[in-house]
Structure formats: structure tokens, C-alpha cells
């Protein structure tokens, strides 16, 4: 387990695993964002994603687990009753309303 950081300026993504050191991106000195190791990036080059990703970590949703009530077919336990990241800005929308009080205030 671990965190990524996150250049939301260049898109540089950097793998830290449980070194939290790094706080500037090394390309263009922006500060980087904390996100959960199991994020994917998207291309450098697809803007529309980026700003999908840029939208949810403003919004308060750094890719962190997000839980919905009752089963879905990822579900091994409660616990583990995780919502799929939204592909769409559309969707991110409506996300980020029904799961507001997952969000993490910063």
C-alpha cells in the first residue's frame, strides 16, 4: 500500500509507497496532491480525463474508497462495498452530490 502524488499542473504522477517526502512536482515546482495508490492515470494528452480527475480532487474525492449502501457485485462484505470513480464530468457531477458526506474536507 501506498500513495501517489499527483502534478494536477503537468501531470506527472510519482509512486511513493509510504514516503509522503515529496511535496513539489520536480518538472514545474507546482505543488502535488496526495491521491490513493490505486488511482490510474490518464494519458498525459487527455485533457477531458484530466479535468474529470481535477474536478473530483477539488471537490474532495482524491480517489479514496467510496461506499454505497446495500449490495453490489463487487461486494465480498459490507466493508467492501465500493462505488466505481465516475467516467464522465456529467457523472462526477451527480457523484459528487450523492456521496457528499464521503468527501474529505480539507
Given at each position: 500500500?501506498?500513495?501517489?502524488?499527483?502534478?494536477?499542473?503537468?501531470?506527472?504522477?510519482?509512486?511513493?509507497?509510504?514516503?509522503?517526502?515529496?511535496?513539489?512536482?520536480?518538472l514545474?515546482?507546482?505543488?502535488?496532491?496526495?491521491?490513493?495508490?490505486?488511482?490510474?492515470?490518464?494519458?498525459?494528452t487527455?485533457?477531458?480525463?484530466?479535468?474529470?480527475?481535477?474536478?473530483?480532487?477539488?471537490?474532495?474525492?482524491?480517489?479514496?474508497?467510496?461506499?454505497?449502501e446495500?449490495?453490489?457485485?463487487?461486494?465480498?462484505?459490507?466493508?467492501?462495498?465500493?462505488?466505481?470513480?465516475?467516467?464522465?464530468?456529467?457523472?462526477?457531477?451527480?457523484?459528487?452530490?450523492?456521496?457528499?458526506?464521503?468527501?474529505?474536507?480539507?
Open positions: 500500500m501506498g500513495h501517489k502524488a499527483v502534478c494536477l499542473k503537468c501531470y506527472r504522477v510519482e509512486n511513493l509507497g509510504l514516503n509522503l517526502d515529496v511535496e513539489e512536482c520536480p514545474c515546482s507546482n505543488q502535488m496532491v496526495f491521491i490513493n495508490h490505486n488511482f490510474r492515470p490518464p494519458k498525459k487527455d485533457k477531458k480525463k484530466w479535468e474529470l480527475v481535477k474536478f473530483l480532487i477539488s471537490e474532495g474525492f482524491p480517489f479514496h474508497h467510496v461506499y454505497q446495500g449490495k453490489s457485485e463487487y461486494s465480498k462484505n459490507e466493508s467492501d462495498n465500493y462505488v466505481n470513480y465516475p467516467k464522465t464530468l456529467q457523472e462526477a457531477k451527480e457523484f459528487v452530490i450523492k456521496y457528499k458526506d464521503q468527501k474529505i474536507k480539507s
